[in-house]
């Protein structure tokens, strides 16, 4: 079968990624797998393309992307960070470089069909499987190494902000999280009762100095089990933990309510609920998307800059102040 030209697959070593990169190669398309390192902790079998690119890209993960939603107070429907929805557009930059790059004909990306990521990367291969079964079938078939298995048939995201889980048995609102899921928490009921204190320090709405955050605060158990509503109009129930995340963002509003103007701080807290739909529903590059984080991020004075020092005595996922 002759080339029909390389395109760029924005690859994680999953199980939609893993088929559909082998899917590609039998459709005759030269695979070129890009992998952006934003802090996840995993290692992945990648199944033959013609080029892997593995980019650590955390730091400006970090500083483009997480600290503007720090600063915006960014939280889905009053409780749920963002985590993905900051790491796909991120990612999907990333892969439009590489396929300028490289000359590549055009893009890919696998998510798992729940209503966010078809929007968020245009979804194309996905539709061609009638479920997450069907890919386990068509991967042991072609003995594509996955991560999932019929037992264990849920999706994970993992970044430096956060980790979700979602599909399979998860799906189901009355089924609890299955011994041993958790990776960046453990679980509340076996949190300790003694809370462990920590002293956050802020700049310009930036933390600047933490120590331990993601430590004591997994070891806490801090994290969600959520209903989302998605983009496209249906519900979704997931597992999302952002144990850092979740301590910084508390932190950062209670230093906030203690150095900016009330006034202030309403108008603020108005434009980050604005900029959070944006960034959840796709549209971090778009100019609205720009404009509200401008406004919601700006200091009050172009002479004025609040900082401050956030001592927080965390137990058993909560913040007893």
């Given amino acids: 079968m002759s080339s029909k030209g390389s395109v760029v697959l924005a690859y994680s070593g999953g199980l939609d990624t893993s088929c559909i990169l082998v899917w590609l190669k039998e459709k005759g398309y030269e695979v070129i797998a890009y992998?952006?390192?934003?802090?996840?902790?995993e290692d992945f079998q990648e199944p033959g393309a013609k080029t892997v690119f593995i980019e650590d890209v955390s730091r400006e993960f970090v500083e483009e992307f997480i600290w503007p939603a720090f600063r915006s107070s960014t939280l889905y429907e009053d409780r749920c960070l963002l985590g993905t929805s900051l790491a796909?557009?991120?990612i999907a930059c990333k892969q439009v470089e590489v396929a300028q790059r490289e000359g590549a004909k055009?893009?890919?990306?696998?998510?798992?069909?729940?209503?966010?990521?078809?929007?968020?990367?245009?979804?194309?291969?996905?539709?061609?499987f009638k479920g997450r079964n069907d890919l386990m079938e068509y991967s042991k078939q072609r003995g594509i190494p996955i991560p999932a298995t019929p037992k264990n048939p849920w999706s994970m995201d993992e970044n430096l902000m956060h980790i979700s889980?979602?599909?399979?048995?998860?799906?189901?609102?009355?089924?609890q999280a299955p011994p041993g899921l958790y990776t960046k928490t453990q679980d509340q009921a076996k949190?300790?009762?003694i809370p462990d204190i920590l002293e956050i320090e802020f700049r310009k709405?930036?933390?600047?100095?933490?120590?331990?955050?993601?430590?004591?605060?997994?070891?806490?158990?801090?994290g969600t089990v959520i209903v989302e509503n998605r983009f496209i109009g249906?519900?979704?129930?997931?597992?999302?933990g952002a144990p850092a995340g979740t301590i910084l963002y508390h932190a950062h509003l209670d230093t906030k309510a203690f150095t900016v103007d009330p006034e202030v701080h309403?108008?603020?807290?108005?434009?980050?609920?604005?900029?959070?739909?944006?960034?959840?529903?796709?549209?971090?590059?778009?100019?609205?998307?720009?404009?509200?984080?401008?406004?919601?991020?700006?200091s009050p004075s172009p002479r004025s800059e609040w900082k401050g020092k956030c001592r927080c005595p965390y137990s058993r996922a909560r913040c007893p102040y």
């Avoid at 004591?216 to 801090?222: E, L, N, P, Q, S």
């Fill in 205 to 222: 709405g930036v933390p600047v100095k933490v120590t331990n955050v993601k430590d004591i605060a997994g070891k806490h158990g801090v």
């Fill in 234 to 240: 249906m519900k979704s129930r997931g597992i999302h």
């Fill in 35 to 41: 992998l952006a390192n934003t802090g996840q902790k």
């Fill in 165 to 175: 889980y979602e599909a399979g048995i998860l799906e189901n609102p009355k089924n």
């Fill in 266 to 298: 309403k108008i603020k807290q108005s434009l980050g609920l604005k900029f959070t739909e944006l960034v959840y529903t796709g549209f971090w590059l778009s100019g609205t998307a720009l404009s509200v984080s401008l406004s919601a991020t700006a």
């Fill in 88 to 90: 796909r557009p991120f």
């Fill in 191 to 193: 949190a300790p009762n």
């Fill in 106 to 128: 055009c893009v890919y990306q696998g998510t798992t069909g729940n209503g966010n990521d078809e929007v968020r990367f245009e979804l194309t291969c996905y539709s061609l």
